[in-house]
């Protein structure tokens, strides 16, 4: 674009003229830069352009000039072209340029010729003007320009930015540059979303700048904005201004969350990552797929909510970023478990810009601990010898797929139970075999539980009991079912709240019978120790590590059996505990005894142990403690020790077994670690691990277990302990197990930790310190113990409301609640009793896993119509506690019951007409204006308005069925119900549609209300013959005849009527067997007859569909009729029908174009039939008619060819009806029967008279029927007319069999019937009926037919009943559809007993392309009572054919005069070139009869010369003489044919009566038609030549439907006028108006008087042919039946002049010429009777202008 700050208008009275060249190339698609200005102006005026062969500049521009002054510029033209060039000069017409040059210069080829322009400005401003040179190949200027420097800005006209996304942001450039002299500032003003940056600035000549166009739209549309540039000098605003429109198209953003193993979307969408092992990491990965076209950026974040103590166990890779159009984005989410048999809930919220609602990913993963147990909880070693160990084995089983991690807590070094290995790992799903040693060393029974300490899992327990029998000492021997015994006493007692009793006397209460059933239940069950422990097995484990020897003491109820004090030793560690000094090597220990008997210790020393004890045994007294001392003596230095030292507890006395039962020793252990490095000597460096590093216990308040595994990664043993010189209390309320101990190089140890979280411990938790062989190395563990209070938000807050329900139904909504404790909660909602019916909620209980959230359905069920208020309780508990602490939240529920009703848009609905068989559906909208939805079920009762037989199958069902009858609507919403009407009957239907509201179970709750009424019909398909045409041979044929021959109207009746139960068994047209036709209907399809070889009888019928539903139809040939049979029921024998309907149809004689079609509702349709004359004979060919779902017909095709040598009459029928006749009546009316040529030669006919005479004499000689032309010839093609006078005497019908002979044919049996009736009362409204005068329906072409050129009006005319010697006109017109052809028409007018009874006005004419022309058509019958039928034909000839033929013919008369007046030297060398010239082409041999008749054609030759030729589908070779006939026939030349014309026929009816008959039975007409009588006068020859002519053809301005619809109106309107008796009247009354009409003298020759009354025989002569046409179009008034009336009264002829009236026949005339006029004027256009009237006002007349006026009428006269 070039922006130019306006100037002074240029001066010059030359316009001005701009070269332009497009601009660079701009990168950025989205900018359409302007056309330049300036700049590239300046680069066009260097270069130089050729102009017809002249090289030169095709502008001179003067850019830097001043006032006072004279600039030039020389211009040079050069010729480049080969010929000499004249150039004619027109300077420069402002005075403002000039130029000395001559007006002429010539130039030689390749020489030049400068010329100077000089330039004179006197002001500043632009300047415009050019010099033109002429030359002979045309005309060329220079444009002289001289412009001022301006502020110019070079920008794009339009920027388009490329596709946003709405509420994201876009940026493109484009270039401004200053491509003036001056500098100049700009300032933008752009509207939003769209912002320009900088918006403004300043440039220096050709400086550029790149303007930033920030596109941020925040609605989806089309963005049109019009940015303006104000630009020019600085601190001048407005002094310039330009438009750049930025266009931009903002869409909505949308991103999809896709699994990566599906494409599909989800609404809420999850991504479950499973079970996944505690420790170990799960990636999983799900698709952000941008279905829209606009670039999206978002963000993936957390939703708020959990405050996680630690890193949440779900990462993700991407936070934010961009999705491209069309594309996806891969996000990987990685779950990491930390805390075993937690289930974990997170999630993603998916955000961006311009989003209508959040996305949320649901994720969700569970941490899977290892799941492991032992093949057997006990491991009895028997009886064993002192010192013989004894191995047995026992399997570790890990049932999941998580490796298990394990550590049995015994020394195996140190006791007389080991288990190898010790520690170690089980890998998934497998197993480890271990082995259990027992080495006894002191004889006695031995019992141990040994724990099993699992990483992430609660501890096993392997119960290990053996007895060592020495020489001296026997003890008795301990087995499994004493373990059961004594734990099964220990529960009783603790039931029986027993704990007092003392512990000897409790086997006193056991007999032996329950120690025989105790150890049976533990033979046959295998119980489990373990199982029966009421602690868990974590407790158990502690209680076992500070010094309950008793597994079962644990609990609150029960003192421990035997405890050690204290239970850990720590040697040269340096402590501040006060059990203990850093310095010492031995410490003691003591050992108490709970029990009331006395017990016997006994530890369990090895001889190479660091560590000793002694006493290693004593006894204690019962309730007495003893000290034991524990020595540490290394053997090595700079070593590390550490062991597990275990005591045995038994009674002293041995029991005796059969009064007691053995009771199990108790077993005490203490841990001791020490180690020997000097002072000064540095420790080993520990390589130690924790695993995890952080400990988070459950937020709740009671006891809590984890575990923690410390793994010695290095080479050199490692030594933990507790720190505990912090003193911390948080430090000292987390108990760890074990405190101390050694770890092997590779090996690990598993620490527990207890504790009871609080709430004022840190957040963010604190540390554990653990000493790692010295003060010197430590390790961290940080443990996270706090309490939180139970958190449950509600989505809503505390409301929820309910949209208003109807009574009885029930509404839903969710409702959402979440977790935002730590804790997995359970929850639970509590209803107020009486609320129970009304509201309800799913689930109404449940868990809740941290974080996670539960969508709950809540359902209201209003019971009245009101207000409700409801207020449930949600009552939730942490899973892990005992529901002792509950919290609750209350949600205030808010509903109102209202009443629900139902109503149709429409009340009543049709849905019209719908086929039998068929389905049609609709849609009923029903519509809730209610403020509730409402739930209904819908019921149909049909009723049927015709009484039409059922079947029994159909009784039961409706034929209106609903596709949804139940359903629920939306308040003030449309819910559409499809419903389908199968109709199985042709009946009118009726149903009523009415709905029931349903309760919340589904059940009505109340009677049916109507809602609407639906009316539909059954039908059949319909189908109906409109119109038809003929051609080819039967061209002639009016449509009358073609009526009666196709019997179109039984066709019609048959058509509209409903199908036969037979005729529906096949409902569409299928291939069936011609045998099995369903129909009785039969109709003859009479093709007429015509001459072998001539023409093909075409018929055209025009199908129309009045229905209301498409029509499928068919005719099926016997050929499209027959089955398909299998090969071996094809015998090949056919019968004598087969055979000629195979020769029927291969060779084509009857013919159907189309055979099959599709009518819509008012369509129409065109169907050619065609019947070739190919064969002599009488044709016949059975076709059935079907129509899909309706009526199925058979058609019987026949036809005639005669022989072109023999005569043939063709009858259409043999059966002919008169019209009835009055009996008595004394001048019966003639009656005619036609008789059509059907051959090319002349047939004579005759009547047999006999047979009438006959027919006399047995009526009493009474003439009954008479022949008034016996005999007579029909020419070829033509048709001749019987005339008959049918006579009855009496009333009844008379059946009168004449023969007919053909001369050299056959004769013919003609049955005529007529009806003799008494004397009617006749009327006009009640005329005498005839079946063969009237036509059967007034038939009026609407569309022409495919190459119909002339379309006529009406194709039929029925005047009805008129009076003999009267007159009767109608209007017909003549219009030229084609829009290219000129053609020209010419009427062929019969006659009646040899009198012209019908005339055409005009008979010729010419009419254009789109023409109409005005025919006017007289009738005037003869003076005896006549039934006519009369036939007249137009002929329509294309004008250029006719032009092309005279064009030919001359050539032809012009080459015929040419060889008559030369003469031929005959000379054998010379090649005769001229061709022989004849006037008439002789006659072609008769045709073959066919090819042999076969079902199956064979393949014809292969013609491979010229010498062959096809006939009948077959390859014939042609003879020597038919090859030289050929030849010969090329040289001859014939005279060139007429072209064949169309032929519109058009059938005139009427019935004449005598003026008696007339007077009796039409009164009022017969008055009309005296006056008429008595002002009719004969007109002489003279007087006729002066009439007026009609114009031959009118040109028309309208076109199309508008003309045909103005004619279609103005022709029964017209003859409505002419018919109409007040009309006449007002007519006749004229002659008492005053005298408007004063005629001239008048010979008495000119009007001679006529009778008063004319009587037939004095009627003839004036109606005879001779007699000249009258003086005007129309004689006389037209009465409504057409007939023309004279009038009685009779104007006297006077010599002398004085004023008379005018005639009435005159007026008439008058008014008839007037009408036809206005009629001319309609066609013409220009006169538009449907325009609105409008009323002119005329001038004052005056009394000056009155006597004017008089005056000069006097000096006319």
């Known amino acids: 674009m070039l922006a130019g700050a306006r100037g002074p208008e240029p001066f010059g009275s030359v316009a001005s003229w701009m070269s332009c060249t497009p601009g660079k190339d701009n990168k950025n698609p989205g900018i359409q830069p302007r056309r330049q200005g300036g700049k590239y102006q300046r680069q066009a005026s260097s270069q130089r352009s050729c102009f017809f062969g002249v090289e030169t500049r095709p502008e001179l521009i003067w850019e830097d000039w001043d006032l006072g002054r004279e600039f030039t510029k020389t211009l040079v033209l050069k010729n480049i072209h080969i010929k000499l060039q004249k150039l004619h000069i027109r300077p420069p017409g402002s005075k403002f340029f000039s130029t000395s040059i001559p007006k002429i210069v010539v130039l030689s080829p390749g020489t030049s010729f400068s010329m100077l322009v000089i330039f004179r400005p006197l002001q500043r401003c632009e300047y415009e003007d050019s010099i033109e040179f002429h030359s002979k190949e045309g005309s060329f200027q220079v444009c002289l320009r001289a412009i001022i420097p301006r502020h110019t800005l070079e920008m794009p006209e339009s920027v388009m930015l490329p596709l946003c996304a709405v509420q994201h942001s876009l940026q493109i450039n484009f270039l401004l540059k200053n491509i003036g002299k001056l500098k100049t500032s700009f300032q933008w003003e752009c509207p939003a979303p769209f912002k320009l940056s900088p918006e403004q600035g300043m440039l220096k000549p050709s400086q550029e700048c790149h303007i930033t166009v920030v596109f941020q739209p925040q609605e989806a549309r089309v963005y049109q904005q019009q940015a303006h540039c104000r630009f020019g000098e600085e601190g001048n605003e407005a002094e310039s201004c330009c438009t750049v429109i930025l266009q931009g198209l903002a869409k909505y953003p949308y991103l999809q969350i896709r699994n990566s193993t599906s494409n599909d979307e989800v609404e809420h969408p999850v991504l479950h990552f499973g079970s996944v092992a505690v420790g170990q990491s799960l990636r999983k990965h799900f698709d952000l797929f941008n279905p829209t076209p606009v670039n999206v950026f978002f963000s993936l974040s957390s939703l708020p909510g959990v405050a996680a103590m630690l890193e949440s166990e779900f990462s993700c890779?991407?936070?934010?970023?961009?999705?491209?159009?069309?594309?996806?984005?891969?996000?990987?989410?990685?779950?990491?478990?930390?805390?075993?048999?937690?289930?974990?809930?997170?999630?993603?919220?998916?955000?961006?810009?311009?989003?209508?609602?959040?996305?949320?990913?649901?994720?969700?993963?569970?941490?899977?601990?290892?799941?492991?147990?032992?093949?057997?909880?006990?491991?009895?070693?028997?009886?064993?010898?002192?010192?013989?160990?004894?191995?047995?084995?026992?399997?570790?089983?890990?049932?999941?797929?998580?490796?298990?991690?394990?550590?049995?807590?015994?020394?195996?070094?140190?006791?007389?139970?080991?288990?190898?290995?010790?520690?170690?790992?089980?890998?998934?799903?497998?197993?480890?075999?271990?082995?259990?040693?027992?080495?006894?060393?002191?004889?006695?029974?031995?019992?141990?539980?040994?724990?099993?300490?699992?990483?992430?899992?609660?501890?096993?327990?392997?119960?290990?009991?053996?007895?060592?029998?020495?020489?001296?000492?026997?003890?008795?021997?301990?087995?499994?079912?004493?373990?059961?015994?004594?734990?099964?006493?220990?529960?009783?007692?603790?039931?029986?709240?027993?704990?007092?009793?003392?512990?000897?006397?409790?086997?006193?209460?056991?007999?032996?019978?329950?120690?025989?059933?105790?150890?049976?239940?533990?033979?046959?069950?295998?119980?489990?120790?373990?199982?029966?422990?009421?602690?868990?097995?974590?407790?158990?484990?502690?209680?076992?590590?500070?010094?309950?020897?008793?597994?079962?003491?644990?609990?609150?109820?029960?003192?421990?059996?035997?405890?050690?004090?204290?239970?850990?030793?720590?040697?040269?560690?340096?402590?501040?505990?006060?059990?203990?000094?850093?310095?010492?090597?031995?410490?003691?220990?003591?050992?108490?005894?709970?029990?009331?008997?006395?017990?016997?210790?006994?530890?369990?020393?090895?001889?190479?142990?660091?560590?000793?004890?002694?006493?290693?045994?004593?006894?204690?007294?019962?309730?007495?403690?003893?000290?034991?001392?524990?020595?540490?003596?290394?053997?090595?230095?700079?070593?590390?020790?550490?062991?597990?030292?275990?005591?045995?507890?038994?009674?002293?006395?041995?029991?005796?077994?059969?009064?007691?039962?053995?009771?199990?020793?108790?077993?005490?252990?203490?841990?001791?670690?020490?180690?020997?490095?000097?002072?000064?000597?540095?420790?080993?460096?520990?390589?130690?691990?924790?695993?995890?590093?952080?400990?988070?216990?459950?937020?709740?308040?009671?006891?809590?277990?984890?575990?923690?595994?410390?793994?010695?990664?290095?080479?050199?043993?490692?030594?933990?302990?507790?720190?505990?010189?912090?003193?911390?209390?948080?430090?000292?309320?987390?108990?760890?197990?074990?405190?101390?101990?050694?770890?092997?190089?590779?090996?690990?140890?598993?620490?527990?930790?207890?504790?009871?979280?609080?709430?004022?411990?840190?957040?963010?938790?604190?540390?554990?310190?653990?000493?790692?062989?010295?003060?010197?190395?430590?390790?961290?563990?940080?443990?996270?113990?706090?309490?939180?209070?139970?958190?449950?938000?509600?989505?809503?807050?505390?409301?929820?409301?309910?949209?208003?329900?109807?009574?009885?139904?029930?509404?839903?909504?969710?409702?959402?609640?979440?977790?935002?404790?730590?804790?997995?909660?359970?929850?639970?909602?509590?209803?107020?009793?009486?609320?129970?019916?009304?509201?309800?909620?799913?689930?109404?209980?449940?868990?809740?896993?941290?974080?996670?959230?539960?969508?709950?359905?809540?359902?209201?069920?209003?019971?009245?119509?009101?207000?409700?208020?409801?207020?449930?309780?949600?009552?939730?508990?942490?899973?892990?506690?005992?529901?002792?602490?509950?919290?609750?939240?209350?949600?205030?529920?808010?509903?109102?019951?209202?009443?629900?009703?139902?109503?149709?848009?429409?009340?009543?609905?049709?849905?019209?007409?719908?086929?039998?068989?068929?389905?049609?559906?609709?849609?009923?909208?029903?519509?809730?204006?209610?403020?509730?939805?409402?739930?209904?079920?819908?019921?149909?009762?049909?009723?049927?308005?015709?009484?039409?037989?059922?079947?029994?199958?159909?009784?039961?069902?409706?034929?209106?069925?609903?596709?949804?009858?139940?359903?629920?609507?939306?308040?003030?919403?449309?819910?559409?119900?499809?419903?389908?009407?199968?109709?199985?009957?042709?009946?009118?239907?009726?149903?009523?549609?009415?709905?029931?509201?349903?309760?919340?179970?589904?059940?009505?709750?109340?009677?049916?209300?109507?809602?609407?009424?639906?009316?539909?019909?059954?039908?059949?398909?319909?189908?109906?013959?409109?119109?038809?045409?003929?051609?080819?041979?039967?061209?002639?044929?009016?449509?009358?005849?073609?009526?009666?021959?196709?019997?179109?109207?039984?066709?019609?009746?048959?058509?509209?009527?409903?199908?036969?139960?037979?005729?529906?068994?096949?409902?569409?047209?299928?291939?069936?067997?011609?045998?099995?036709?369903?129909?009785?209907?039969?109709?003859?399809?009479?093709?007429?007859?015509?001459?072998?070889?001539?023409?093909?009888?075409?018929?055209?019928?025009?199908?129309?569909?009045?229905?209301?539903?498409?029509?499928?139809?068919?005719?099926?040939?016997?050929?499209?009729?027959?089955?398909?049979?299998?090969?071996?029921?094809?015998?090949?024998?056919?019968?004598?029908?087969?055979?000629?309907?195979?020769?029927?149809?291969?060779?084509?004689?009857?013919?159907?174009?189309?055979?099959?079609?599709?009518?819509?509702?008012?369509?129409?349709?065109?169907?050619?039939?065609?019947?070739?004359?190919?064969?002599?004979?009488?044709?016949?060919?059975?076709?059935?008619?079907?129509?899909?779902?309706?009526?199925?017909?058979?058609?019987?095709?026949?036809?005639?060819?005669?022989?072109?040598?023999?005569?043939?009459?063709?009858?259409?029928?043999?059966?002919?009806?008169?019209?009835?006749?009055?009996?008595?009546?004394?001048?019966?009316?003639?009656?005619?029967?036609?008789?059509?040529?059907?051959?090319?030669?002349?047939?004579?006919?005759?009547?047999?008279?006999?047979?009438?005479?006959?027919?006399?004499?047995?009526?009493?000689?009474?003439?009954?029927?008479?022949?008034?032309n016996p005999e007579g010839e029909v020419l070829p093609g033509k048709t001749t007319v019987l005339e008959w006078i049918f006579s009855p005497l009496e009333a009844k019908m008379y059946h009168m069999d004449v023969p007919i002979h053909i001369q050299n044919g056959e004769s013919t049996l003609v049955r005529f019937e007529g009806c003799g009736v008494d004397t009617p009362t006749l009327s006009s409204s009640n005329s005498c009926t005839c079946s063969d005068s009237k036509a059967p329906v007034h038939r009026v072409q609407r569309v022409p037919f495919q190459g119909q050129v002339l379309f006529l009006s009406e194709d039929s005319v029925f005047l009805g009943d008129i009076a003999v010697c009267s007159q009767s006109s109608r209007i017909l017109f003549l219009t030229n559809v084609s829009h290219t052809d000129t053609v020209q028409y010419m009427w062929e007018l019969p006659q009646q007993s040899n009198q012209q009874v019908v005339q055409m006005h005009p008979e010729r004419g010419c009419l254009g392309p789109g023409d109409c022309a005005l025919c006017v058509l007289t009738f005037t019958p003869t003076d005896y009572p006549t039934v006519y039928m009369l036939d007249l034909v137009c002929q329509v000839i294309q004008e250029a054919a006719l032009a092309e033929y005279h064009e030919a013919l001359q050539r032809w008369e012009d080459e015929r005069e040419r060889q008559q007046d030369e003469f031929i030297i005959t000379d054998k060398n010379?090649?005769?070139?001229?061709?022989?010239?004849?006037?008439?082409?002789?006659?072609?041999?008769?045709?073959?009869?066919?090819?042999?008749?076969?079902?199956?054609?064979?393949?014809?030759?292969?013609?491979?010369?010229?010498?062959?030729?096809?006939?009948?589908?077959?390859?014939?070779?042609?003879?020597?003489?038919?090859?030289?006939?050929?030849?010969?026939?090329?040289?001859?030349w014939k005279r060139p044919v007429p072209p064949k014309a169309d032929l519109l026929p058009l059938s005139v009816t009427a019935h004449s009566h005598g003026l008696l008959e007339y007077c009796t039975h039409f009164p009022d007409q017969y008055n009309r038609l005296c006056r008429y009588l008595q002002q009719n006068k004969v007109q002489t020859p003279a007087s006729c030549s002066e009439s007026p002519s009609l114009p031959a053809g009118l040109s028309t301005a309208p076109r199309g439907p508008e003309r045909d619809l103005l004619v279609n109106i103005l022709a029964p309107l017209l003859r409505d006028i002419l018919d109409d008796s007040a009309f006449i009247q007002s007519l006749i009354a004229l002659s008492s108006k005053p005298n408007i009409y004063k005629p001239t003298e008048m010979s008495p020759t000119l009007c001679p008087r006529v009778p008063s009354l004319p009587y037939p025989a004095t009627c003839a002569t004036s109606c005879s042919p001779s007699t000249p046409q009258p003086h005007f179009l129309l004689k006389g008034t037209i009465d409504r039946k057409g007939t023309t009336v004279y009038s009685e009264n009779r104007p006297q002829i006077q010599s002398t002049l004085q004023s008379q009236h005018a005639p009435a026949h005159v007026n008439e005339a008058i008014m008839m010429n007037t009408l036809q006029n206005l009629m001319m004027e309609v066609i013409r256009g220009e006169l538009i009777l449907t325009a609105h009237p409008r009323s002119i006002s005329l001038p004052p007349f005056s009394k000056r202008s009155r006597q004017m006026s008089r005056a000069m009428a006097e000096e006319d006269h």
């Open 317 to 1268: 890779d991407v936070t934010k970023g961009e999705v491209a159009p069309g594309g996806s984005l891969r996000v990987s989410v990685t779950y990491s478990s930390a805390v075993a048999d937690t289930f974990s809930v997170e999630y993603l919220t998916l955000k961006y810009r311009g989003a209508l609602n959040e996305t949320q990913l649901k994720l969700t993963g569970n941490c899977r601990g290892p799941k492991v147990s032992l093949s057997s909880s006990v491991v009895d070693f028997g009886c064993v010898e002192e010192r013989g160990p004894i191995v047995q084995t026992v399997e570790l089983i890990n049932s999941s797929t998580v490796e298990a991690i394990y550590q049995w807590d015994i020394d195996c070094g140190n006791s007389v139970f080991s288990i190898l290995p010790a520690s170690g790992t089980v890998l998934p799903q497998s197993h480890t075999t271990l082995r259990a040693v027992y080495r006894p060393t002191h004889p006695m029974a031995h019992y141990r539980r040994v724990t099993c300490l699992i990483l992430h899992k609660d501890p096993l327990f392997l119960d290990l009991i053996g007895t060592c029998h020495s020489e001296l000492l026997q003890p008795a021997i301990l087995k499994p079912e004493h373990l059961v015994l004594y734990k099964l006493h220990w529960y009783r007692r603790q039931d029986s709240d027993s704990a007092s009793v003392p512990h000897q006397d409790y086997d006193t209460h056991m007999d032996q019978q329950e120690a025989h059933f105790c150890t049976e239940e533990l033979s046959n069950q295998k119980t489990n120790s373990a199982a029966v422990m009421s602690t868990t097995p974590m407790e158990e484990f502690y209680q076992t590590c500070v010094g309950y020897m008793d597994p079962l003491s644990s609990s609150c109820s029960s003192s421990p059996h035997v405890s050690v004090v204290p239970s850990e030793l720590w040697f040269n560690h340096k402590m501040a505990s006060s059990l203990s000094t850093s310095s010492a090597f031995s410490q003691s220990v003591s050992i108490t005894n709970h029990t009331s008997g006395k017990l016997s210790l006994v530890w369990t020393l090895l001889q190479d142990s660091p560590f000793s004890v002694s006493p290693s045994s004593c006894d204690l007294c019962p309730l007495k403690s003893t000290s034991f001392r524990v020595t540490y003596d290394p053997k090595k230095l700079n070593t590390l020790h550490g062991a597990q030292l275990e005591c045995f507890a038994q009674h002293k006395d041995s029991p005796d077994l059969r009064q007691r039962l053995l009771c199990p020793p108790w077993c005490v252990t203490v841990r001791v670690i020490g180690h020997s490095f000097q002072p000064g000597k540095e420790h080993f460096i520990p390589n130690c691990s924790l695993k995890p590093p952080q400990v988070v216990f459950p937020a709740l308040g009671a006891i809590s277990y984890r575990t923690v595994l410390l793994q010695n990664d290095g080479d050199l043993p490692v030594t933990f302990c507790l720190d505990h010189r912090s003193n911390c209390p948080l430090v000292e309320s987390v108990c760890l197990q074990p405190s101390c101990g050694l770890i092997q190089p590779g090996d690990h140890q598993i620490l527990t930790l207890r504790t009871i979280p609080t709430e004022d411990s840190p957040k963010q938790g604190f540390n554990l310190s653990l000493q790692l062989n010295s003060a010197k190395f430590k390790r961290e563990l940080t443990v996270v113990s706090v309490v939180e209070k139970m958190c449950v938000s509600l989505e809503s807050g505390s409301n929820l409301y309910f949209r208003p329900t109807a009574v009885g139904s029930q509404t839903q909504r969710t409702h959402r609640i979440r977790n935002l404790s730590h804790l997995p909660i359970r929850f639970q909602w509590n209803i107020p009793e009486p609320d129970h019916d009304l509201i309800f909620v799913k689930p109404d209980a449940g868990e809740l896993h941290p974080n996670e959230n539960s969508v709950q359905m809540w359902s209201f069920s209003p019971q009245a119509e009101k207000t409700y208020t409801f207020k449930p309780t949600l009552t939730f508990w942490p899973l892990q506690s005992d529901a002792s602490k509950k919290s609750h939240l209350t949600l205030e529920v808010f509903g109102m019951g209202s009443k629900g009703f139902l109503e149709a848009e429409k009340t009543d609905l049709d849905m019209g007409e719908t086929l039998v068989g068929s389905c049609h559906s609709v849609e009923v909208p029903l519509v809730n204006n209610g403020p509730c939805p409402v739930s209904f079920c819908l019921s149909v009762q049909e009723t049927l308005k015709e009484n039409c037989p059922s079947s029994d199958s159909e009784a039961g069902q409706s034929a209106l069925q609903l596709d949804c009858e139940r359903g629920t609507i939306a308040s003030h919403s449309t819910m559409l119900i499809r419903s389908t009407f199968r109709p199985c009957r042709q009946a009118q239907y009726l149903w009523t549609i009415s709905y029931q509201i349903l309760n919340s179970n589904g059940f009505v709750s109340g009677p049916p209300e109507a809602l609407c009424e639906v009316r539909a019909k059954g039908v059949f398909p319909t189908l109906q013959v409109i119109d038809g045409c003929t051609g080819g041979s039967v061209g002639r044929l009016n449509k009358g005849h073609l009526w009666k021959l196709f019997s179109l109207d039984s066709l019609n009746q048959y058509l509209l009527s409903g199908p036969s139960p037979a005729e529906l068994t096949f409902r569409t047209p299928i291939k069936h067997n011609c045998r099995s036709v369903f129909t009785k209907t039969l109709l003859d399809f009479n093709f007429s007859s015509a001459p072998l070889n001539s023409d093909p009888s075409q018929f055209v019928l025009m199908f129309h569909n009045p229905g209301s539903n498409p029509v499928d139809w068919a005719f099926l040939f016997p050929e499209d009729q027959q089955m398909e049979l299998e090969y071996w029921a094809v015998t090949g024998e056919f019968s004598s029908t087969e055979l000629y309907q195979m020769k029927v149809q291969d060779n084509q004689l009857f013919s159907v174009s189309p055979r099959s079609g599709t009518l819509l509702p008012g369509q129409r349709s065109a169907v050619h039939f065609s019947y070739s004359h190919d064969f002599v004979g009488t044709d016949r060919l059975p076709v059935v008619f079907k129509l899909s779902y309706g009526r199925e017909i058979m058609l019987n095709f026949q036809g005639v060819t005669v022989e072109r040598d023999k005569p043939y009459i063709h009858f259409a029928s043999n059966q002919h009806v008169f019209t009835s006749v009055t009996i008595g009546d004394c001048s019966p009316p003639r009656q005619m029967y036609e008789l059509l040529n059907g051959g090319v030669v002349p047939v004579r006919y005759e009547v047999d008279t006999a047979v009438l005479s006959q027919l006399q004499l047995d009526n009493f000689n009474h003439p009954l029927l008479c022949c008034l």
């Open 1470 to 1532: 010379v090649p005769e070139r001229q061709r022989l010239l004849i006037d008439k082409e002789r006659l072609a041999a008769p045709a073959r009869k066919g090819p042999p008749l076969r079902k199956y054609k064979t393949l014809p030759p292969i013609c491979a010369s010229s010498s062959w030729e096809t006939v009948g589908g077959l390859c014939v070779k042609q003879t020597r003489t038919e090859r030289q006939m050929m030849r010969e026939k090329a040289k001859v």
